[in-house]
């Protein structure tokens, strides 16, 4: 699965230098930090100084913990050049990150996906939603994190805890992240002030892209009294281009091509032979692109972060927190296709039984890589969004050491992540039965030549049409709250052996809607030759034909505000009635986004903590039992048709408990002199993701895509045995060479996939819903559901070395190299096509290889690093979960170089210089092991120059 990449030529520029900086940088202000014993896992803070400084912290805190983390520190994730807080945590062995925009969204750790990485804010759970394109999964319904919602300026610690101990709440198969803001305890400093100006420059959008962070901390003479604010903002233009195919599909799909065609050494039956629903014939089919075009997005990022911090030392017994967060990330953005629709259309839509294939070829994996056609429908796709995440969580917590030997911690807490998509509108114009159309995939599999066969730049060639064009106005919205409270007890027996015992309440509240056009979305006003030309506007953009590097694409602006698109009434355009009106539970499509999730969990915990002598070693660890009752209402819509033929929208509610015995063990040993030695194991669940327990459905009625999905709230957790065994060697101060294996056999995989292709009619749905939609009751439509899996095993082992050259002669002696690799396997049960026997294969989101490095020099004033992250390909989807006639759907594997500087001009004012994706990676979708492109993107190069500051 890899390809020649098509590299533009680097266009150097100089960033555009940065104003003055405000208040503060929340990582550069901890550079020092107080000695302190956390109340989870032992982790010792140290003091931070300088890049240096922050690797030893995180190693010590590494070779202190009893299960197996991996730490970033403070000034670590302040140099690393980085866009937000995914792109700093995946330098962490076994970490990968999924991209949506040109930077880091979600996680996956060891191989397992975002639903499976719980995140922790300051001590508490908390989920981050945010919305991208279709292609990188939409708006996020599920319980993964999107950490592209928050600068990676406003955090100073960042924890991954790869293995499961009792006191850490359920929940997490791979990993559970901690993110920790900083506090004003943490400095020596009466008074700490630092900040930092940047100025960007992306070579492929050619923006100017500013970034502001800064950072005010105060304390009192006694250290028992502090307040702490910082603040982190930046704005962000990006421009993403490239091919793209919505899939391949069979050529007999959707009543197959014309029956003139004419394919050199096909007949016509072997053209449009039918897949069979079993898979049994898929390997003779020959395949196509179902959407051919290139694309077009802009984004305008904007993103801000406030954190806040008071602390209470009330006595040397008592010590009270209150930590506050609040990020507020807001996108736009606009999307344009030029694209040929008829390959993906059926009959009653004058889609592929109209089309004519004239000439082609056929590579040797039945691909048809070259094809001329007649009457081939061509559309510009024009679809403009508006996304806003407001972020916010509140957190106290209250210690009090009653004796020397017992201490209680208080904690409460609340978060709310409110997503909103108030605009997304999609706009087409449409050219019917264009001839000479044509493809050619032979020189290049994922940047075809298209020959389009007219001027797409001339209005003229261009028409909205009622009953053809479409005009698509949706509104998305997705709320995540949770509130938290636990009282913990800690009970020193001797100073061998700790006692931890207690118990949490959490509440989680998920709720999901979505509005849609009242009628079908082809009801569009048909617009003369002049409005056509009054209210389009051309764009510059790649076309894939040689001859044309522009098109015509609607004003979007001038089309709202002229056609009043978003008045919610039934209007009149053009002496033609236009039903505008937004319905929510009353749509089909939009019924299944109307969901909500009330989720009740209660655990309580034992875990003993001890350090014992055995013979000349001393074993140190803890062992815990944890028992988490969970209790879920979850609501969805259906539509239910009555025996007069009447349909109502009922709610759908189901409501069910289950609780999980959740045993752990955690053990160290430093077996010779700097050598440590780890063995965990331990029960874990993760429960099912947040959309696919609707009870509802949800239905896509377009003549270029039917689908109906359903959710399943019978779903139950995910549950695994997890095994680790690690073996750390600290050769040198701010070294180590680390080896680790693990094994994660999961017993039942919640919410696997399957999907098949049914005519609508075996749907049970009212056969109204297709009321002027031009699809008829024998159309298939994608099936798409959920099921209990069957799991299986996943194996892996890491790699880590870190080592500061100190022995080198000389300036090099300032030299360091990190680097680690992973390796992951997993043996998965799939259901077979259409849910047929089942069938191995990989975990979906799992890399087999991933791996980082990064070489850095540090002296007094200069500072220099560069990091490589790899990630090889993976899976989305396989076996009955794919689609399209298809094995699987999957990521290529990606390459990213980013790099940084800094001088030191004074103590007080360095300057600084970064460089993210030097190679201009691109982002490579594909389907069917045969490596079939479906998207193929980049986002160009960044160039960031500023200045920090300290006081």
Not at 263 to 285: E, K, R
Not at 674 to 690: G, Y
Request: net charge negative; hydrophobic share 35%.
């Amino acid at each position: 699965m890899s390809h020649p990449i098509h590299r533009r030529s680097p266009v150097l520029a100089l960033a555009i230098a940065a104003l003055c900086a405000g208040a503060a940088h929340a990582q550069e202000a901890s550079q020092t930090a107080d000695t302190s014993v956390g109340s989870e896992g032992g982790l010792e803070e140290v003091v931070v100084t300088g890049f240096r400084g922050s690797v030893n912290a995180a190693q010590d805190e590494k070779r202190a913990a009893s299960g197996v983390v991996d730490v970033i520190k403070a000034e670590d994730i302040a140099d690393f050049p980085d866009n937000n807080l995914a792109e700093s945590i995946q330098r962490v062995p076994g970490v990968a990150i999924s991209r949506d925009g040109g930077e880091g969204r979600s996680l996956s750790v060891r191989g397992l996906g975002p639903d499976f990485t719980r995140v922790r804010i300051n001590g508490m759970e908390a989920v981050a939603t945010t919305g991208g394109a279709d292609a990188n999964g939409g708006v996020n319904r599920g319980r993964g994190f999107d950490f592209n919602v928050f600068a990676s300026e406003l955090f100073n610690s960042i924890t991954v805890r790869k293995t499961a101990s009792a006191d850490v709440e359920e929940g997490s198969l791979g990993a559970t992240v901690d993110l920790q803001t900083a506090r004003p305890l943490d400095f020596t400093d009466q008074w700490v002030m630092a900040g930092s100006a940047q100025g960007g420059y992306n070579d492929l959008s050619e923006s100017t892209d500013p970034r502001l962070a800064g950072l005010l901390s105060w304390q009192n003479e006694a250290s028992t009294l502090g307040a702490l604010v910082s603040v982190a903002w930046s704005q962000r233009d990006v421009l993403e281009e490239g091919h793209s195919t919505v899939r391949w599909g069979p050529s007999g799909a959707n009543g197959g091509f014309n029956a003139a065609s004419t394919l050199p050494g096909y007949s016509i039956a072997q053209i449009n032979a039918s897949p069979a629903g079993n898979g049994g014939n898929w390997d003779q089919l020959l395949y196509h692109p179902r959407i051919p075009r290139y694309d077009n997005w802009q984004y305008e990022i904007e993103r801000l972060g406030v954190t806040g911090s008071l602390q209470w030392r009330a006595s040397d017994r008592a010590m009270l927190t209150i930590d506050a967060l609040y990020s507020n990330a807001q996108t736009s953005r606009a999307e344009n296709y030029i694209e040929a629709l008829s390959f993906s259309r059926t009959a009653s839509a004058g889609g592929k039984p109209f089309t004519i294939i004239r000439d082609g070829a056929v590579n040797a994996q039945n691909e048809l890589v070259y094809g001329v056609f007649d009457d081939v429908d061509m559309r510009i796709e024009s679809r403009y969004d508006e996304l806003e995440t407001q972020f916010q969580q509140y957190t106290a917590a209250f210690e009090y050491q009653f004796t020397d030997s017992f201490k209680t911690t208080a904690f409460v807490g609340h978060s709310q992540s409110a997503f909103s998509n108030p605009v997304q509108t999609t706009i087409t114009l449409d050219r019917a039965n264009s001839d000479g159309y044509s493809w050619d995939y032979r020189a290049n599999s994922r940047e075809p030549v298209i020959n389009l066969g007219f001027d797409p730049t001339d209005p003229a060639a261009w028409t909205m049409t009622n009953g053809v064009s479409d005009l698509r106005i949706r509104r998305n919205y997705a709320d995540n709250e949770f509130t938290s409270t636990k009282l913990v007890a800690d009970w020193t027996i001797v100073p061998e052996l700790r006692v931890s015992f207690g118990g949490e309440a959490r509440k989680f509240e998920y709720d999901s809607r979505e509005y849609r056009r009242a009628v079908a979305e082809t009801q569009t006003p048909t617009l003369t030759a002049d409005q056509l030309s009054s209210l389009t506007m051309t764009l510059s953009a790649l076309t894939g034909d040689p001859n044309y590097g522009s098109y015509v694409i609607p004003n979007y602006d001038a089309m709202v505000s002229q056609l009043n698109l978003y008045c919610d009434c039934v209007t009149t355009i053009n002496g033609q009635s236009i039903d505008l009106r937004m319905y929510g539970i009353e749509n089909a499509t939009a019924r299944s986004n109307w969901a909500s999730v009330t989720e009740d969990a209660y655990a309580g915990f034992v875990q003993a903590n001890f350090e014992v002598p055995v013979g000349p070693i001393t074993l140190r660890g803890d062992v815990g039992l944890r028992y988490a009752r969970t209790k879920q209402d979850t609501l969805g819509y259906a539509a239910i048709t009555n025996p007069n033929g009447s349909v109502d929208i009922s709610p759908l509610r189901v409501e069910r408990e289950y609780g999980n015995w959740l045993p752990s063990l955690n053990l160290a040993a430093e077996l010779v002199q700097d050598v440590v030695v780890r063995f965990s194991a331990a029960k874990v669940i993760t429960r099912p993701t947040l959309a696919s327990l609707s009870p509802g459905g949800s239905l896509t009625i377009l003549p270029s895509n039917r689908v109906y999905n359903t959710g399943n709230p019978f779903l139950d957790p995910t549950k695994a045995t997890n095994l680790d065994l690690a073996a750390e060697w600290y050769f040198a101060p701010g070294s180590m060479l680390s080896v680790g294996l693990f094994q994660k056999d999961i017993s039942t995989l919640s919410g696997t996939s399957i999907a098949d292709s049914v005519p609508f009619s075996s749907l049970g749905l009212p056969a109204s819903l297709l009321n002027g939609t031009n699809v008829q009751p024998g159309d298939l439509f994608e099936y798409r559901r959920v099921v209990n899996g069957e799991g299986g095993k996943i194996n892996g082992f890491e790699l880590n070395y870190q080592h500061q050259l100190r022995f080198l002669p000389g300036f090099l002696s300032n030299l360091g190299v990190l680097a680690n690799y992973t390796y992951v396997d997993a043996d998965i049960e799939y259901p077979g096509p259409g849910g047929s026997a089942p069938v191995s294969g990989p975990l979906t989101n799992l890399s087999k290889d991933s791996a980082n490095g990064t070489l850095f020099y540090e002296d007094d004033r200069l500072s220099l690093r560069g990091s490589v992250s790899y990630r090889s390909g993976y899976v989305t989807a396989f076996a009955g979960g794919a689609r399209e006639s298809s094995s699987e759907e999957g990521v290529n594997s990606s390459l990213t170089v980013d790099a940084s500087a800094s001088y030191k001009v004074t103590d007080a004012l360095s300057i600084t210089l970064e460089a993210l994706n030097l190679t201009d990676e691109f982002q490579d979708f594909y389907i069917d092991t045969d490596d079939r492109v479906v998207l193929y993107h980049n986002t160009g190069r960044q160039y960031y120059f500023g200045a920090r500051v300290r006081f």
